[in-house]
């Protein structure tokens, strides 16, 4: 049976392009950047990719609430509950846990290597993480997210 070259895309049609082997190992990931704000080039609904879009992701989801986020309810961290709380060895376990459950379920392509908790001056709470990307041989990175 003959395979087809063309391929139909939004009613145009096109020719197969070739796929690159770099391109299979290594994917390129591109999704919508947060918090949503007016970009003079791209209009309300800015776009992100690779380690920025991973970021960005990571920084919404430590900075959301469970149950803030519509039609998600157990999405988020929710860590603004232990703002005024005393910073101990079983608040930090807790924080801890609450933070690489939810990397684990939401985003499964970052694995957390280490996580430090902060209590700032102005009563926040900040969240370091060194993270890495999983099936990439040395993309690591950290990120700092104040709530």
Do not use: W
Request: proline share 5%; aromatic share 8%; charged share 20%.
């Amino acid at each position: 049976m003959p395979t087809s070259t063309i391929v139909r895309k939004h009613g145009t049609v096109s020719p197969r392009q070739a796929l690159d082997p770099v391109t299979l190992k290594t994917p390129k990931l591109t999704g919508l950047n947060y918090p949503i704000s007016t970009n003079p080039e791209n209009g309300y609904f800015s776009k992100n990719s690779n380690l920025n879009l991973i970021k960005s992701n990571l920084n919404s989801l430590i900075r959301t609430e469970r149950g803030e986020r519509f039609m998600r309810p157990d999405y988020g961290c929710s860590l603004r509950r232990f703002i005024m709380e005393p910073l101990d060895e079983s608040l930090f376990a807790i924080i801890r846990e609450e933070v690489t459950l939810a990397v684990r379920k939401y985003l499964k392509t970052v694995s957390v290597q280490k996580l430090q908790v902060f209590d700032t001056e102005t009563s926040q709470l900040k969240v370091n993480l060194f993270c890495s990307v999983r099936d990439s041989v040395s993309t690591a990175f950290n990120i700092g997210v104040t709530v």
